[in-house]
């Protein structure tokens, strides 16, 4: 593909809503990072995928935030029973690269933005 | 735990400048560092990569580098442009990682006419 995609562009939720994002990889692309951007701070990480294992879920800032990437190519962000905490822009990034070989260098998506009201 | 710092927080500048952005981290065991533009509303648009092998990259009117041992880059921009303006952001990457970034806050650049 031409690069990475996310959608909804923009979402607006109710606190205790449940909210489904999702990241379309650029194809062939084995990596797949999500970040979490508040308003005026850079990204910080949430988890990472190699195929379709989740190596590291480190980030991600409660169990009401799960991750999935079934068949190693689109993923799904899933946050449960919103906050106002979670209000963000939450970006996705794919690499070619795996462990060992290359720069790693990852190409991001737009961002979805979430707002929980 | 790596952290990354970026001064300054917010730059204004005219036309025609030329201007450095700085960058520091805690921990020297990087594996490359990056520097990206954000634009509003939009993704992140990486601008140069320097393994930590390198001392610098350059790109057009940018020019980054690398002091591994002292932790600190930066990004020199050259004749700056009003199209310069957004937020730069800085950001690391392990040694023993997978290729996960450590990111600074950044710095909002204004360039007006």
Redesign the interface.
């Given at each position: 593909g031409a690069g990475v995609s996310q959608s909804p562009r923009y979402k607006v939720a109710k606190r205790g809503q449940d909210v489904a994002l999702r990241c379309d990889p650029i194809s062939g692309h084995v990596s797949l990072f999500w970040y979490q951007q508040a308003l005026g701070q850079g990204p910080e990480f949430l988890t990472y995928f190699q195929n379709e294992a989740q190596l590291d879920k480190s980030g991600l800032p409660s169990d009401r935030f799960f991750a999935e990437r079934p068949e190693g190519s689109v993923s799904t962000l899933k946050i449960q029973r919103t906050q106002q905490e979670d209000s963000a822009v939450y970006l996705c990034a794919s690499s070619q690269t795996t462990w060992g070989k290359g720069t790693y260098e990852q190409y991001f998506g737009p961002g979805t933005r979430l707002t929980v009201t | 735990k790596q952290e990354?710092t970026?001064i300054p927080a917010a730059l204004s500048v005219p036309e025609g400048e030329n201007l450095v952005l700085n960058c520091s981290f805690t921990d020297s065991a990087i594996?490359?560092l990056?520097w990206?533009r954000q634009d509003p509303?939009?993704?992140?648009?990486?601008l140069l990569?320097i393994?930590s092998s390198q001392r610098e990259q350059t790109s057009g009117r940018l020019n980054a580098s690398l002091d591994k041992s002292s932790g600190r880059s930066t990004l020199y921009i050259a004749a700056s442009q009003p199209g310069d303006s957004a937020t730069y952001?800085c950001?690391v990457?392990r040694g023993t990682s997978?290729?996960?970034?450590?990111?600074?806050?950044?710095t909002i650049l204004t360039v007006h006419p």
């Open positions: - | 990354v970026q594996y490359n990056q990206f509303g939009k993704g992140l648009t990486s990569l393994q952001l950001a990457r997978y290729g996960k970034l450590t990111f600074g806050q950044g």
